[in-house]
């Protein structure tokens, strides 16, 4: 039987810390996994059909993250490099994001208002900018407040990670580092 007690401290930790609640499926943790041997250390595979992305560590061997990816259509394809990183991000959606979903990002039309770095963040604690000959992208690997999207195509175009596993892949990928999307 439930006393008062247990269900009064139950019902005040999970409104207390809503964000562990979420466990997210053991396969989307990261683990070293074999890959093949012809892929370079240092460099970062992603494979959204399979929502997992792949830091080459050594000759054969890659640390495998779970990611969020972008919804058809949105999604970036082929090879970029790092361009820059940075820690707790500012943040401000597309043109063409704001126009899509009026809705959710109809508080930038018309500003230039930029989102401060921050929990609230959609990019959440670290992210790292995707370039293409010298220029932004602006397709960035970065965190999520989102943490159910992982293993889910339902970003603008993004690569989302759990914000305690992107910032061990920043630790990690140096500015330059290689990175194709398949």
Avoid at 85 to 92: D, N
Avoid at 95 to 116: C, N, S
Wanted: glycine share 10%; with cysteine; hydrophobic share 35%.
């Amino acid at each position: 039987m439930i006393t008062r007690r247990t269900f009064v401290a139950a019902a005040t930790s999970s409104l207390a810390l809503p964000a562990l609640a979420f466990e997210v499926d053991p396969v989307f943790r990261p683990q070293t996994v074999g890959i093949k041997k012809d892929l370079e250390p240092g460099q970062i595979l992603i494979l959204p059909r399979a929502h997992f992305l792949y830091f080459v560590t050594d000759q054969g061997q890659a640390r495998r993250y779970g990611v969020g990816v972008g919804k058809a259509g949105l999604e970036f394809t082929g090879t970029a490099k790092i361009g820059a990183k940075k820690e707790w991000p500012t943040w401000r959606p597309t043109d063409e994001m704001i126009e899509r979903d009026p809705h959710l990002y109809g508080k930038f039309a018309g500003t230039d208002y930029v989102q401060p770095g921050g929990p609230s963040n959609p990019l959440g604690a670290r992210a790292l900018y995707l370039f293409q000959n010298g220029r932004d992208t602006f397709f960035r690997i970065h965190g999520t407040t989102a943490p159910k999207s992982i293993g889910r195509s339902v970003s603008n175009g993004c690569i989302r990670m759990l914000n305690e596993h992107v910032e061990d892949l920043y630790e990690r990928v140096p500015i330059g580092s290689k990175v194709t999307v398949l």
